[in-house]
């Protein structure tokens, strides 16, 4: 074991080296760092298992800085364990760098992305819940937390969680240091206020002096020999510790020292401490489940009885994860209303219920896919809005995740505008690189999930609680970034464009419209993000620029601006009506709701009425793109 005085030494030098990460950037919070640094040091000299040459190995221990804003401090650990040269070390926060502001996946020893408060240890119990119930490997998470953010409440959703599954091989590492960013925190230095809460939730707690080097070490030993229940060391710590100018001195956050030279020189000087990290005790492969690649996909016929797409939602992806041994559901105790339950009575293993805590449904989501695995999380989508930063995180995160949002729109019917989505499409199509659908029957909707399993980033499913009649065959084929001409003539005169409960409404207004001499194309727009663009360019130009959009959505970000943002840069711009839902809505039927907001059958014609009588925006055969 290496001695006290090298780890007490490397606990120093890593202040040191946090010091000059922000002083050569300019930048950073260097007193963060230097608060955890001996915690940091007992850990990566003594208790951390991890190959830095083989970051993808299995075995690997788990460290998330849930306190992401304390970067140099793990960004002097690589260095400290030869992950990252002098070189590189001293390009932090510089463009092009891999050692930004905040830790992300840009480095291979990073899980995921940190920074915004509250998010590591929530996705530390989906990394702990994936070794222990997936992999069945006996890798232990550690996660670094600060006391300031243990005031959000995913933490105590994490905490909550993590006591009630046990999550043994799970660390929590409190920094307590007492100030915050802008003066101390709500509980100072009583940390009982932290190890109370924790104990009632089935934590083991220990309460420890963070600068103790034998307190550590005893604390680390106590948390590994612990079983059945995960443990939390709340540890008593000094911001910016070891230099008198910012030694448990307010107004310190978030700066470099103004004297680094003489903080350097209070630390002693210590000159740079080279630490071989242990590497992992066992050499374990993942568990894998057993599957059945010519399980079906589940079939609908058209003209039989009508399924909600959520319903179909549930039978495909329970198929999917027979097929598939990767599959992985992941409920916000809504499992019944989004079918999701049927992948629990499929493959009850490989079924994970968070209760209603939708922050830690994402989260655990999140750390399931660090592990290779492929997360489904699905909930109303109204409640997904509680998780947002968590979902904007994970794009930052490089993750993967497919996320199905049930019971949107106002066609929900009587539960009112509280359960109903009427913003979500702009919440998606918002992120980076995301990927947005919304179907608008059963089979295409069963297609699109099997799709969803492979795509990269954020991908996102609307489904609507309605059931909606079969317009597809079975084994139609669907693509990301497709659109469905599901009515057209050569004599078209405008284009109606809708998806999920609308593209029905408008297929209704186009037989309204017929029976007075108006011919309308019908769109079913069911990628939202990636559009189709030459379809809708084709459709524009075969009906003279006259494009009607329809959504169960605020006008704001949905499906019409998804429609006029394609256009936006085109030489010649169709006119586009955007139907949306004019105004709060209450409760009613959805039928009477439909119409009340302004997107049924009658606002569709009347709107594709005008637009006709108004003549070609565009002259008919002129593209628009």
Known sequence: MIDDETVRRLGLRLRIDSIRAAATANSGHPTSSMSAADLMAVLMTRHLRYDFDAPENPNNDHLIFSKGHASPLLYSMYLAAGAITEEEFLTYRKLGSRLQGHPTPELPWVDVATGSLGQGLPIGVGVALAGRDLDRLPYRVWVLCGDSEMAEGSIWEAVDHAGHLGLEKLVAIIDVNRLGQRGPTMHGWDLDSYAGRAQASGWHTIEIDGHDIDAIEAAYREAEATTGRPTM???????????????????????????????????????????????????????????????????????????????????????????????????????NSTYLELTDDAVPERYFEMFIAEQQMVAAAVGFQVRGWTPFAA???????????????????????????????????????SQMALEDLAEFRALGRSTVLYPSDPNQTAALVDIMADLPGISYMRTTRAALPTIYEPDEAFEVGGAKVVRSSSSDQVTLIGAGYTLHEALAAADTLAAEGISARVIDLYS??????????????????????????WPEGGLGSAV??????????????????????GSGT????????????????AAARELVARGPQIPVGVGAA
Request: net charge negative.
């Open 233 to 335: 060391i709340v540890a008593r710590t000094h911001k910016g510790s070891g230099a008198s100018e910012t030694d448990n001195v307010e107004g310190k956050h978030g700066q470099p020292l103004k004297d680094p030279e003489k903080a350097i020189h209070e630390l002693g000087d210590i000159p740079p401490v080279r630490i071989d990290v242990q590497k992992p005790e066992t050499d374990g492969t993942p568990h894998r489940f057993e599957a059945d690649p010519s399980f079906p996909r589940p079939r609908y016929e058209i003209g039989g009885d009508a399924v909600a797409t959520r319903r179909a939602f549930g039978d495909a992806l329970a198929a999917l994860a027979q097929r598939r041994g990767d599959v992985v559901a992941v409920d916000g105790e809504v499992g």
């Open 528 to 553: 939202v993000k990636p559009l189709d663009l030459e379809t809708l360019t084709e459709a524009s130009t075969a009906t003279g620029g006259r494009l009607v959009t329809v959504e169960d959505h």
């Open 379 to 417: 909930t109303f989508a109204a409640f997904l809005s509680r998780a947002y930063d968590f979902v904007r995180m994970a794009v930052i995160s490089q993750a993967k995740l497919a996320i199905m949002g049930s019971h949107a729109g106002v066609s929900i019917g009587e539960d009112g505008p």
């Open 564 to 585: 006029v943002d394609a256009f936006a840069d085109a030489d010649a711009r169709p006119r586009v009506v955007k139907l949306a839902v004019t105004h709060l809505p």
């Open 590 to 605: 959805p039928d009477q709701l439909v119409n009340e907001v302004g997107i049924g059958v009658e606002h569709i014609a």
